[in-house]
């Protein structure tokens, strides 16, 4: 029988598959798995049990991490799954990460995730591995990590929280957040209500409601093939997420036994890409989103470089917005879902997809959606593609000398159009703590035609690049009604806002070749979203006198200094990240080693 051939010193070990994988450090090889048979057996295993395809559960449940608090269900299901169909599986844990809960941010210690993922599935004996996630950075995380790895992976996400109740009127986190935030500093909801709007705006848990970060990135993982199509929005305290999961159960032990073919760098290829950042553009998905795409793609050996921002933008000029969800929107994931979701979406998208990329079941996206006979399907919630929310481009890519290697603008989210195509003076905040302290001064010198600017939140000058982009309106121009003004950052924004808002400019200011860190109050700004550019009218004697001073002066050289003597995570992730172009990865961890020198 199997356990006693697993002894036999006359026969060699099939190191390729379950709990004969990788190890031989103890010496010989059958006294590895011998051993390892020893340890894992105090588990209560069988030796039945051992012999079959070992399928990993990412486990990222946390107390601290509301939005994954149906995870102890899905691992659950998950398991019922892989069992049905004759798998053995084994959860662990990772990291978990939350939005609110991850100082300085989610996004400074996203790396540290992915590499607790790679490194964790490439460690440990599995055929294939369920990575659950679901809030805004872990998902990215797990592709990141999983396609480095290069074990079949397949994404399992927690799922949409319920939207709550104000008033008679919806609400969820965490668009609603900012909205009644915005509406209780300009005075028009008083300290009673916004109190009773915090008890109601995550009612349940799951990732935020609306199309946000999180279920941004649950929508492209199914478009790449990564989940089950109605596991992008099936809710997170619904039955259907718990079919979802059970689904990836069995999807996973046959991605086990498929294994070359489902591996993540075999089975993603460039189509794979281009159908996410279609996906990404129909459903005005969140910004981050771009910054997760390129970390994620540069992992890929064979697509790395092939797809780059201005893939984005190309893209976008050939993609309608269709999906009507806050922010872009009025409405809330599960609507979404009760519409159809992703097999209503990729259904109507269909002329603009390609159908034959592979999914993680081994068939065609295209046979996929075949399997769908019929769908529920809500014209005003996915509409069609002759009738969209925003005509092409809901995410465009910037560029100019304020820009050279490009910035990123949600113009579907802008709340005044006019401003699309804006000319006005920079008013210029240093970072985060010079804006929090100057901006409601009523001394500021602003008007609703002037520029705000911040630097210093890019991903080195304020390690982890903060959601800082959604600078607020001057409180004394609120308080006139004025509720959006161009506004541009090297910082990002949540998925889950809206405004005017330029981002992630590339270089960053923190950078000594950065244009965007010379900016001074005065200075005339032109943004024209029609011809994508982001400009200073400054002349480029002025700009390279500036940034020849900014490189000399003693403040430049301590900050570089600091840098290279860093401890730690913080000194890693200084030295290492790259900018928002590229996916704010380390370098060591993108397939090329380093994408900058
Ligand atoms: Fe977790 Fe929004 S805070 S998804
Ligand atoms: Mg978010």
């Known amino acids: 029988d199997c356990a006693k051939a697993d002894y036999d010193l ?9 709990l004969r994988q990788g190890l031989t450090s103890y010496g010989d090889a059958h006294f590895s798995l011998f051993l390892r048979k020893v340890f894992i057996k105090a588990a209560g295993y069988s030796d039945d049990a051992l012999s079959r395809p070992v399928i990993g559960i990412i486990n990222t449940h946390s107390g601290f991490n509301p939005c994954h608090s149906q995870v102890p269900q899905l691992i659950e299901a998950a398991k019922r799954g892989v069992m049905l169909s004759g798998g053995l599986p084994i959860d662990f844990p990772t990291i978990s990460l939350h939005e609110s809960f991850s100082s300085p941010t989610s996004m400074y210690l996203r790396n540290l995730m992915s590499m607790d993922t790679e490194e964790m599935i490439k460690a440990q004996p599995l055929d294939a591995c369920i990575m659950i996630g679901g809030c805004d950075k872990t998902v990215p995380a797990q592709l990141m990590g999983g396609i480095s790895s290069n074990k079949p992976v397949l994404s399992l996400v927690v799922g949409p929280m319920m ?45 935020c409601g609306v199309m946000g970060t999180a279920s941004t990135m649950a929508c492209i993982v199914a478009g790449m093939g990564m989940m089950p199509l109605r596991g992008a929005s ?10 979802v999961a059970e689904e990836t159960g069995k999807n996973a032990v046959t991605a086990a036994l498929a294994k070359e073919t489902c591996r993540p760098q075999t089975m993603l290829t460039k189509e794979s890409f281009l159908n996410a950042i279609t996906v990404l ?16 793609i540069n992992r890929h050996p064979d697509v790395a470089g092939k797809i780059t921002l201005d893939t984005f933008d190309e893209i976008g000029r050939k993609t309608p917005l269709l999906v009507d969800l806050k922010p872009s929107g009025d409405n809330y994931m599960n609507d979404f879902h009760n519409a159809g979701g992703m097999v209503a979406l990729l259904n109507t998208l269909r002329p603009l997809l390609y159908l034959e990329a592979k999914t993680i079941t081994g068939k065609t996206l295209g046979e996929e959606l075949g399997t769908f006979k019929s769908f529920p399907y809500s014209a005003t919630i996915i509409r069609p ?14 560029h100019g000398n304020l820009a050279p290697n490009g910035a990123i603008i949600k113009a579907s989210a802008s709340k005044d159009r006019k401003l699309l195509s804006h000319r006005g003076p920079a008013v210029v905040f240093e970072n985060t703590a010079d804006l929090a302290q100057r901006i409601d001064d009523v001394d500021l010198d602003v008007t609703k035609d002037s520029v705000l600017v911040l630097q210093g939140v890019g991903p080195i000058g304020n390690p982890g690049m903060p959601e800082a982009g959604v600078i607020p309106i001057p409180r004394k121009l609120a308080a006139q009604g004025v509720q959006d003004m161009l506004r541009i950052s090297d910082g990002r924004m949540s998925g889950t806002a809206g405004g005017t808002i330029v981002l992630h400019v590339s270089p960053e200011s923190a950078i000594t070749d950065s244009v965007f860190g010379i900016v001074e109050n005065g200075d005339i700004i032109e943004f024209d979203l029609e011809r994508r550019s982001i400009e200073l009218m400054v002349p480029d004697k002025v700009i390279s006198q500036r940034m020849a001073a900014k490189v000399a002066s003693p403040r430049q050289q301590s900050v570089k200094k600091a840098r290279k003597i860093a401890r730690g995570y913080r000194g890693l992730y200084e030295r290492c990240v790259n900018q928002a172009d590229h996916g704010c990865d380390f370098d060591f961890l993108t397939t090329s080693g380093s994408l900058e020198s």
């Open 163 to 207: 939207p709550g109740s104000n008033k008679g009127v919806r609400i969820g986190a965490c668009t609603d957040c900012r909205n009644n935030w915005a509406a209780y500093r300009a005075g028009t909801i008083d300290i009673e209500e916004i109190s009773a709007v915090n008890e109601e705006l995550a009612p349940t848990g799951g990732t």
């Open 234 to 243: 099936a809710p997170a305290v619904s039955s259907a997420r718990l079919r």
């Open 281 to 296: 553009q129909a459903i005005g998905g969140s910004t981050n989103a771009i910054v997760h795409l390129m970390a994620i």
């Open 385 to 398: 593609l002759d009738d969209p929310i925003y005509p092409r481009s809901a995410l465009a890519v910037l």
């Open 10 to 18: 006359n026969r060699p070990i099939d190191t390729a598959r379950g």
